[in-house]
C-alpha cells in the first residue's frame, strides 16, 4: 500500500488526507498543534468545492449542516445595492448555491471522514527530503511515497523546495473576523464597500452572524480594543452593522493583517511533495475561495497521486494563479479611499447590474463551473475534467 505524509491538519491537509485514503493509500495527517482547533469563523463553500466534497460523499453533509444563501451581493456604506443576486440564481446556474458555515463544522466533518487514528496532533516537523520522501519530525523520520505540504501561508516545505520564490507579500489591508449572536435582528449575507473599507454579515445556522472587516493600513499596526476600532471604522455604517459591532464579544475578534502569493510557484511539486492551498497559492479573502481552492487541490491530487506529479501541477498552476490575481484585483478596487474613485466604482457596479442583472453570477461562470475527476472515493463526481470546463465573499 502506497503511504501518503499529509504536513497540516487544515482544510486542505484533512480533505487531502481523506481523499487519498478514499484511494487505497495509507495516509498520515501530521498537526504541530495539540488538537484540531479552527479559528473562531465562518467559512465559505461555494459550489466548485461543493462539487468536489461531493466526490468524497461530504457534500451533502456541508449542506445539512450549514445554511444556504438566499439574496447575497455588494452594497454601500448606506446600504444601498450595487449589485446582488441569489442563492436560487446560483443554484440554477450552477447547480449548487454558497453555503456559509462555521470553520470548525468542516473541520469536524473532515476530522470523522479521516478517521482520528490518521491524525497525529502535536507533531513537529523540522523538515523534509523531497528527493527521498521523508518527512523530518521530533518524534523520527517517516518515509512516504508521496508528501503534501499543506503547512500554510509561510510553509516550510515550499522555502525547502523553491528556496529562490520570494514568498508572501503584503496586500496593504489587514482583516477583523468575529462570531456574533443574532438576537431580535434581521440578517441578509452582504459585502458593503466604503472608501478603503469593507464588511461583510452572513448568518450561520444556530443564529450566529458571522462578520468581517477590512481596511487599508500598515503592516504590523497594534490596536489596543478592536472593537472600538471597528467602531470608529463602521459605526456610521447602514445596520445591522452598528447593532453586531455593538454586541460583538471584544475578546474574539480575530485581526490578522492580509498576505499572499504574489509571484506564482513554478511548480506545486517537487521531487515527492506535493503542495496543496496556502502553501501553494494564498490569496487574499476577496473572492472567499481559499479553502475552495485547496478542496479542490486536495481531490485533483489525489486523482494523480499514482502517476506524475507534474501532471498535477499542470492541473492546478493556471487556474488558481489566475484566481490568486483576480482576487487581488477585487481587493485593489475596495482599496479605492479617492471619492471620485469610488463614485466611479460604485456607479460602474450599479450601472452594470442595471444593464445585465446576471452580471454577478456571469463574472464567476469560469470559477464556479468547475468540476472535478469523477474516480476520487465513491461519491458524485461528474467525469467533467479537472480544470475549467470547455477550457469573501
Known sequence: MSKAVVIGGGIGGLTAGVA??????????LERAPKIDPVGSGLAIASNALKALDTLDLGDPIRRLARLQGQVG???DDGRWLVRTTGGDAEARYGDSMVVT??????DVLVD????????????????DAGRGVVHTADGDLEA????AADGIHSATRRTIFPEHPGPVYAGVTAWRALVPRGDLTIQSTESWGR???FGVH?????????????VSPAGAVHGDEREELARRFGG???PIPTLLRTADPAKIIRNDVHYLRTPLPAYHGGKVALVGDAAHAMTPNLGQGACQAIEDAVVLAHFADGDLAAYTAARLKRTSKIVQRSMSICRMTKLRNPAAVWLRDLGMSAAARFSPDVMLRSMDELLRWHPPADIGNGRGSGEGHGPTTAHT
Do not use: C, F, N, P
Open 102 to 107: 462555521l470553520r470548525a463544522t468542516v473541520m
Open 145 to 148: 511515497d508521496l508528501i503534501v
Open 74 to 76: 455588494i452594497r454601500r
Open 20 to 29: 487519498l485514503r478514499r484511494k487505497g493509500w495509507d495516509v498520515a495527517v
Open 237 to 239: 455604517w447602514h445596520e
Open 196 to 198: 478603503g473599507l469593507v
Open 203 to 215: 448568518l450561520l445556522a444556530g443564529d450566529i452572524v458571522y462578520v468581517y472587516a477590512t481596511d
Open 113 to 128: 471522514a479521516l478517521g482520528r487514528d490518521q491524525l497525529r496532533l502535536s507533531t513537529t516537523v523540522s523538515g523534509v
